[in-house]
């Protein structure tokens, strides 16, 4: 008779149309006023279609990982001089299994490089000799498979490093752009979507224009294990950029490194709002390869984003997959006025 | 144990002494609750101590959250009923709707203890007629989702609602049942031959309507959070309530002799508002979430599907002559809950209540059936296997198949 559970099924099955209800949450209100938007979980009231309804609930433990913290803060390593003259330097990675809070009250049981997903962002110059003293302390073998030309001995894919074990990855950086480092231990899936990546930066000799630096690595948890990701994110945990707006200043330019390291999904991207940006594919060139407000990045893939604001205010940077964009890939530029800008 | 090899009090001893044959010692009380004083015992110290022996490792726990229901009860709001049904607490670190992190707010604790539950209400503009799920997720990553099939507002609880399914019920039970008790006339008008062919029909008509509320009850096990164990719930329904009504006719038998055709009657009534009870838990949680709408076709359906059951009540009074009052009590009995199983499947629709009743059901109607089979035994005509009996027997269930075709829920 009543054979109602049957027919839900059918329905659900039916309809691709669920994702459809979630485009009306997003289409309405963006002209969202400041203080709800640094609010973010407050919010107790039906306040309908604005973007602080659409987040996680609550903070995550101040005592663990920063991503604004993370975000300007580049690792030159040790540094000291080679005999010829080569600046060497040395840098400390340790892989350890820690539990990482992926959005508030969300843990998950992680692998990481020092501690921290993503791990440290290694910053060196074209030419510069980087000696990375690799030890293994987590429950599996792992290894650190540098982007860039380096010998196949220090490409780390066919040395994985047993637990207990270590290995010293040394090389002359080059070339210069925007690469990446990860752990290239079998099953790799599993090795990278638990929290084995970093930023690897190698600037060209001659520099890049002054600028206001930030790294973003586009990541995303399957915190059930069901081969999705639950959540999305730059720098790991869920809406922090826009429960806290990174603050920038009008007419000063403003750098990103923007690295993939998204497992599952074919493509993450990086959509500005109310400007454009000067787009450097893999940061190789210094000729700009694009000037857009979006870039669809596959996994690996990384470029370097140069933009100055005209106008003061919030402005919202997300993925231009809104399903990522509404699990936690979403963040706020709060763009302070210059008076003479 | 020093307390267990105690001398017995005194009192004790001489009541023992008059008693034949029992072995000297310990009172009687006393041997039977030393298992049970030991088992406190142990309780008690692996509460204080943990488990005693070689366990290695602590796994994590194994969370299990159960949507038990949604209710939509205003435009762009929520509410999700959850259950703890697993072996430890539960805390709901997030919630996303249609894979969107949401704002929410619990009536309690994020943390639920064991068979604890919350209701999560979530400010979510939600679009009528489609399809929406909700996805809780745990502290440890784990997600529990529910669907909302078809979203459309919640009836509001009050007396319309109450009366909607009052009306919901009477269509699909009451009015059906009382119109099949309209046959008396017939059954009683056609020769003997024929009543064993309508009592035949009958039993077909009940083992149909059992074998589906057994089937219903099945299905929803899987909608049962784990701890109150659903299967186990079927068998107790289905295997319980058979041997209580087995009892009571007993009981009923040494008091008053053979077993009159009127307690046969109200004993199928009996069942069949059993039955009707857990139809109508089915039929008010499906109009209450929108999955079915009160249409023509549903409600002509279930009028000729369920006014069979009416026919069924009539047909063992064939012999007799019951009064209007008799009549009127019997298709209540067999009808009204109806209306009860609406109001409650319609105001708190719960897996666990609905698994529950339609196994009591399907376990009544077996009940049913077994003493029809006896009737038939007493009764001095052809077997149930006679040819037009077996007929008999065979129109039943085809009758309840092609009728439920109509029933498109």
Known sequence: MSNHKISRREVLKAGALGTMGLAAGVGATRASSLPALAQGDGAQTPTHGTHHDMVTVGQIDPGSFDPTAFLTRFDGGEVSRLPSGQLLREYELVAEDREVEVAPGVFFPAWTYNGQVPGPTIRCTEGDRIRVHFTNRGSHAHSIHFHGIHPANM??????????????????????????????????????????????????????????????????????????????????????YQKHPIPIRQGELTRLYVVNVTEFDLLNSFHLHGNLFRLYRTGTDLQRYDYTDMVALAQGERAVLEFTYQHAGPFMFHAHQSEFAELGWSGVFLVQEVPHA | MPELRAPAPPEAASAA??????????????????????????????????????????????????????????????????????????????????????????????????????????????????????????????????????????????????????????????????????????????????????????????????????????????????????????????????????????????????????????????????????EGLAIGASYATGEIALGTFLVIGFLLHNTTEGLGIVTPLADQRPSLRTLIALGALAGVPTVLGAWIGGFTYSPVWTTLFFAIGAGAIAQVVYELWRLFGRRAGAGLMAPLNAAGLLAGMLIMYATGLLVPA
């Open chain 1, 155 to 240: 490409d780390g894919a066919f040395e994985p490093v047993r637990p207990g074990a270590g290995y010293v990855y040394e090389f002359d950086t080059e070339p210069f752009g925007l690469h990446l480092y990860h752990c290239h231990t079998v099953p790799v899936k599993r090795h990278i979507h638990k929290g084995l990546y970093g930023a690897f930066i190698i600037d060209p000799k001659e520099g890049r224009p002054s600028a206001n630096e930030m790294v973003m690595v586009m990541n995303g948890f399957d915190t059930n294990f069901d081969g999705e990701n639950e959540v999305y994110a730059v720098n790991t945990v869920a809406f922090h």
């Open chain 2, 17 to 278: 002494a008059h008693a034949p044959a029992r072995p000297a010692g310990a009172p009687l009380w006393l041997k039977g609750l030393a298992p049970l004083v030991l088992l406190g015992g142990l309780v008690v110290l692996f509460l204080r101590v943990g488990p005693v022996g070689v366990f290695l490792q602590a796994f994590p726990p194994v969370e299990q959250l159960t949507v038990e229901r949604i209710r939509l009860p205003e435009r762009g709001v929520m509410e999700v009923r959850v259950v703890n049904g697993g072996p430890e607490s539960v805390t709901i670190a997030q919630v996303m709707v249609d894979d969107a992190n949401w704002v929410h707010t619990l009536d309690g604790s994020r943390t639920l203890e064991r068979l604890a539950s919350r209701i999560v209400t979530i400010p979510y503009p939600w679009v009528e007629g489609e399809p929406h799920t909700v996805t809780l997720v745990t502290s440890t990553g784990l997600t529990f989702s529910g669907e909302v099939p078809v979203a459309t507002l919640s009836p509001p609880v009050d007396a319309r609602f109450a009366g909607t399914f009052a009306l919901l019920g009477v269509y699909a039970g009451v009015i059906p049942v009382f119109i099949g008790l309209l046959w008396l006339p017939f059954v009683r008008a056609v020769s003997r031959r024929w009543i064993d062919f309508f009592l035949s029909l009958t039993i077909g008509l009940l083992i149909f309507l059992g074998a589906d509320a057994l089937e219903e009850a099945l299905e929803t096990v899987a909608l049962v959070p784990g701890a109150y164990q659903g299967t186990a719930l079927v068998l107790l329904g289905a295997l319980g309530t058979p041997l209580a009504l087995a009892a009571i006719g007993q009981w009923r038998a040494r008091r008053r002799g053979e077993r009159s055709p009127l307690y046969v009657a109200g004993l199928i009534a009996l069942g069949i508002g059993l039955h009707n009870l857990g």
